[in-house]
């Protein structure tokens, strides 16, 4: 920062346990971030700043955040973003604030809820109309599918974030769409943990989506629904075939940007289903910063680089406990046109067969995403 008078862009700086990296959103913000996790790399630290900012523009709107007349407001306003802030900091089970991907679930009569949700958008007058069960979208309008990043990301992680309640009305703002003009998210709890998210203008009002126009909709698809309630750490519908030896896997469809993210296929009990995340987050950050070209519009081409892309890696794979056999894991990365697949696996998966194994499980889940 204290070089910028000299033309000189720093963006991160190291000492010797812990990484700082800093961004300046619309030369009027400027949010700090350290870590102190072992071999953090900036690309995870950097999208955590953005989607922090996202989430200040979500619940402030950008013209509060450029055009500050009352700097004790402002904090005050803000307040509104901690708990939404606060949950990128914890554990989650979510993984789109790193991927910028909607974490999304597969459900097992997911064309009955798709027509459902579309007639229901039709009746109520918005066209922007989602499912979502613990922050993912189970399904939704092809209009809210459109949503620009990062909102698209924010919306369903909010709404996975506050607490349960029957019925809410909320203003937010689309730090794509629509920074400066607030919008209104109407949720509906169908079960718990399962709401019915709309985004609309004035209207229409929330006393206008009575129980009567909910039951005419959804009580025909009352197991349809509670189908969808265990898909929240699993993502995937009950009886896919997986491989016994997957721990865990992240796939990501970079041209739709949703992803599809899991660490309990199967019921081993180690390593536990946090330190599976935190390998997951930790092999997607290495793989995306080192080995696989950028997703799409994350930056412009250089020229030099269209040659570069062509020796770039396919798959790579990463391999602990080798020592002690039958210790440890295997991680293993491969990319196929716009889907990217990573898989956690045991230490009993030959390393010969990690290759094989991912492309067959990228064909089976392929339609699915």
């Known amino acids: 920062m204290f070089g910028q008078n000299l033309e000189v862009q720093l963006s991160s ?3 010797k346990d812990t990484t700082v990296v800093w961004k300046s959103f619309h030369d009027s913000i400027t949010l700090i971030v350290l870590s102190s996790e072992e071999d953090t790399l900036e690309l995870r630290l950097e999208r955590l700043l953005q989607m922090v900012f996202g989430a200040m523009v979500l619940l402030v709107g950008l013209e509060e955040l450029t055009n500050i007349r009352n700097v004790e407001r402002l904090k005050k306003e803000l307040r509104t973003s901690y708990r939404l802030i606060d949950s990128f900091l914890r554990d989650s089970e979510l993984i789109g604030d790193l991927t910028q991907c909607v974490d999304c679930v597969v459900p097992p009569e997911g064309s009955l809820l798709q027509e459902a949700l579309s007639g229901f958008a039709e009746a109520v007058g918005t066209a922007f109309v989602s499912l979502v069960v613990s922050g993912r979208v189970v399904a939704a309008t092809e209009s809210w599918w ?3 990043t990062p909102e698209a990301v924010l919306l369903p992680w ?3 974030s506050l607490p349960p309640q029957a019925a809410r009305d909320y203003p937010v703002y689309l730090p794509h769409g629509s920074p400066t003009v607030p919008h209104r998210l109407l949720t509906l709890t169908l079960l718990p943990g399962l709401e019915l998210c709309l985004l609309c203008g004035p209207r229409p009002p929330l006393s206008q989506l009575d129980p009567q126009l909910l039951e005419r909709w959804w009580q025909p698809l009352l197991d349809p629904l509670r189908a969808c309630l265990p898909l ?4 995937l519908p009950a009886g896919f075939p997986l491989h016994a030896d997957i721990l865990g896997l992240l796939l ?3 041209e739709l940007k949703r992803c599809l993210f899991t660490v309990e296929p199967s019921g081993a009990k180690e390593p536990s289903p946090e330190q599976r995340r935190r390998l997951l987050r930790s092999f997607y950050t290495l793989v995306t910063a080192m080995h696989f070209p950028p997703e799409p ?3 412009e081409e250089k020229a030099e680089d269209v040659t570069h892309q062509a020796q770039v890696p396919r798959a790579c ?4 406990g080798t020592e002690e056999p039958g210790t440890g894991w295997r991680l293993v990365a491969l990319q196929l046109g716009p889907r990217r697949l990573l898989l956690l696996l045991s230490a009993q998966s030959p390393i010969h067969g990690l290759r094989g194994l991912a492309s067959h499980t990228l064909h089976a889940l392929t339609p699915l995403l």
């Open 13 to 15: 700086a190291r000492t």
């Open 146 to 148: 459109r949503l620009g």
């Open 158 to 160: 909010l709404v996975g």
């Open 232 to 235: 929240g750490p699993r993502a």
């Open 252 to 254: 990501l469809h970079l």
């Open 297 to 299: 519009g994350q930056q």
């Open 317 to 320: 794979y990463l391999v602990s």
